[in-house]
C-alpha cells in the first residue's frame, strides 16, 4: 500500500502561483510514476505526469503554466502552478501507478485524498 497526502492548495487571485506537495509512504517511492488529476463539478481530468526517470507528461489545456517535479529522496511529488486561472479551480489529486504509462484516471492504483485550490477573479 502507498499512502499519499497532498498540501499546498489554497485560494489565489487569478493570475498567482501555487505549489502543490504529494508526499508518498509505505513502498518504494522511485518505482511509481506519479500523476495530478482534477476534480472540478461534473468533470474529472488529468493534468501531469512524471514517471519514475522524471520525464513529465502534460495535458495539453495547460499550455507551459504548470510544472510536475519529484524528489524521490523525498519521496515527494510537486506541482508547481503559475498563471492560475479561475477555470484552474478544482480538486487536485496526486496518483500512483505502476507498469504501462497513462494519463487514465482509472488505471491508478493509489490516491491521495486531495487538496483544494480556489482561483478567484
Known amino acids: ?3 499519499m497526502v497532498e498540501s499546498g492548495g489554497g485560494l489565489v487571485q487569478a493570475g498567482g502561483s501555487l505549489r502543490l506537495s504529494c508526499a508518498a509512504s509505505g513502498r518504494t517511492f522511485s518505482d511509481y510514476d506519479m500523476g495530478w488529476f482534477r476534480q472540478a463539478p461534473g468533470k ?3 493534468v ?3 514517471i519514475s526517470s522524471g520525464t513529465p507528461t502534460y495535458a495539453g489545456f495547460l499550455k507551459g503554466r504548470f510544472t ?3 524528489d524521490n529522496a523525498q519521496n515527494t511529488v510537486y506541482l508547481q502552478m503559475n498563471r492560475l486561472k479561475p477555470e484552474d479551480t478544482a480538486i487536485y489529486y496526486c496518483a500512483a501507478k505502476r507498469g504501462d504509462l497513462s494519463t487514465v484516471a482509472n488505471e491508478y492504483d493509489y490516491w491521495g485524498q486531495g487538496t483544494q485550490v480556489t482561483v478567484s477573479s
Open 68 to 70: 510536475v517535479s519529484r
Open 44 to 46: 474529472r481530468e488529468f
Open 48 to 50: 501531469a505526469r512524471i
Open 1 to 3: 500500500q502507498l499512502q
